[in-house]
Each structure stands twice: as structure tokens, then as C-alpha cells.
């Protein structure tokens, strides 16, 4: 069965680097998101991307956070200068069609900011 | 944000009786209403869905009731079985965009 893959499963990083946490998104799928979860809290929506470019975005994606999808099978999120509240795990998910609702998710990143 | 509200932080059931799980919301702009279920260490996995035009959906042994009145929808499980056992969390999204809001989750147990 196709699934999403996430990389790394966990980095540890110092606060003010910046990260680049990895997805493969299921191959005949268009859209793509991140997502978080902060523990012990919801999981929280932070962008969709479609096209090339972002569809839809929270409060919580400023401007520390993009997206990318570097070639025809990656899709990257990266935070710039990573803050100790950044420390949560990152959930990558893809859909056939948009307002599908029923997203794939990957296995998550968790990220631990020191 | 307390959009969509799961109450009941666990939940415990022996095997072969009925599960359910229970969700309210707040926002009358959900049009669509899912929910995942999530093992330790992997990410979450649909299981069922409905629309806000209906009040049921049914795959197999899982079933999930909409009342648009009561702004609640819940998620049975019948038989429950131990491979069950997990935290299932209810999502909603607002009509027209691509944002799901879920719940807390619900930490379902099912002993033999």
C-alpha cells in the first residue's frame, strides 16, 4: 500500500539553527500539508500546498517557516531559526483532490529544539 | 481553540462490545467531519468520514452519526477488538478550506 514517507524520524537540534524535515508524499497525490503536534496538545494544521505554491496557511506559519517541493517527489518544510516552542512532531500528509478530507499521513519528524 | 471538543480523555471496553466515542463542535461553517485513528510513533490513519448533509455513515464495523441540532457526532465501534485500541481523534473542516481542526483524542482501550 503506498504511504508517505517522513525524514528524519527525529532530530535534535540548538535553538536558532535552522531544520529541513523531509516528506514523500503518495505519488499520484496533488496536495500536500504539514501539520504539528505540539505534546500533550492537538494536532494543529500549519499549510497546504498545491501547484508549486502555498494554497492555505495558520497564524502559526510566519514567516520562520516555507515549504518547498524541490523536485517531483519531495515536499520540505523548513524553519529558519528554530525556537524552543518549535519542538513538537511534524506530520507530513498528501490527498488525491483537495477538500477530500481524507489526508494520508506520514509517520511524523519529531523535533526536539535544545 | 476549542472548535471540536473530545470530553472524554479514555476510554476502556471489553472485546466484542460496542465502542463509542463522542465529539461536539462549535463552528456551523464544518461541512465535513472525520475521524482518524492514531498508534504510538505513527501518524494518524482515516477511518471514516461524513458530510454535513447527512447523519450516517457506516464501513464495516465502524459507524459514525452526525446531529447537526445537537452539533455532535460520534464513532461506534461494534465488535470492538483488541487490535482497536488506540487514540482516535474527531476533525472537522471548515467548508472550503483545507484546514482540519481536531479534537484532543480519545484513548480507547478494549481488554479481552
Known amino acids: 500500500e503506498p504511504e508517505v514517507t517522513q525524514t528524519p524520524s527525529h532530530q535534535v537540534t540548538q535553538m536558532g539553527q535552522e531544520v529541513i524535515l523531509r516528506c514523500v508524499p503518495i505519488?499520484?497525490?496533488?496536495?500536500f500539508y504539514w501539520y504539528r503536534q505540539i505534546l500533550g496538545q492537538k494536532v494543529e494544521f500549519l499549510v497546504s500546498?498545491?501547484?508549486?505554491?502555498?494554497?492555505?496557511k495558520s497564524e502559526i506559519f510566519d514567516d520562520q517557516f516555507s515549504v518547498e517541493r524541490p523536485d517531483g517527489s519531495n515536499f520540505t518544510l523548513k524553519i529558519r531559526s528554530t525556537k524552543l516552542e518549535d519542538s513538537a512532531m511534524y506530520f507530513c500528509?498528501?490527498?488525491?483532490?483537495?477538500?477530500?478530507?481524507?489526508?494520508?499521513f506520514g509517520e511524523g519528524s519529531r523535533l526536539t529544539v535544545l | 481553540d476549542q472548535q471540536v471538543k473530545q470530553n472524554s480523555p479514555s476510554l476502556s471496553v471489553q472485546e466484542g462490545r460496542i465502542s463509542i466515542l463522542n465529539c461536539d463542535y462549535t463552528?456551523?461553517?464544518?461541512?465535513?467531519f472525520l475521524w482518524y485513528k492514531k498508534y504510538p510513533a505513527e501518524g494518524p490513519t482515516f477511518l471514516i468520514s461524513?458530510?454535513?448533509?447527512?447523519d450516517k455513515n457506516e464501513d464495516g464495523r465502524f459507524t459514525v452519526f452526525l446531529n447537526k441540532s445537537a452539533k455532535h457526532l460520534s464513532l461506534h465501534i461494534v465488535p470492538s477488538q483488541p487490535g482497536d485500541s488506540a487514540v482516535y481523534f474527531c476533525a472537522a473542516r471548515i467548508k472550503n478550506t483545507d484546514k482540519l481542526i481536531f479534537g484532543t483524542g480519545t484513548r480507547l482501550q478494549v481488554f479481552p
Open positions: 463552528n456551523s461553517m464544518f461541512d465535513y
Open positions: 461524513i458530510s454535513s448533509i447527512k
Open positions: 500528509a498528501s490527498s488525491r483532490e483537495r477538500f477530500a478530507g481524507e489526508l494520508f
Open positions: 500546498f498545491y501547484n508549486n505554491e502555498i494554497s492555505e
Open positions: 505519488s499520484n497525490h496533488l496536495y
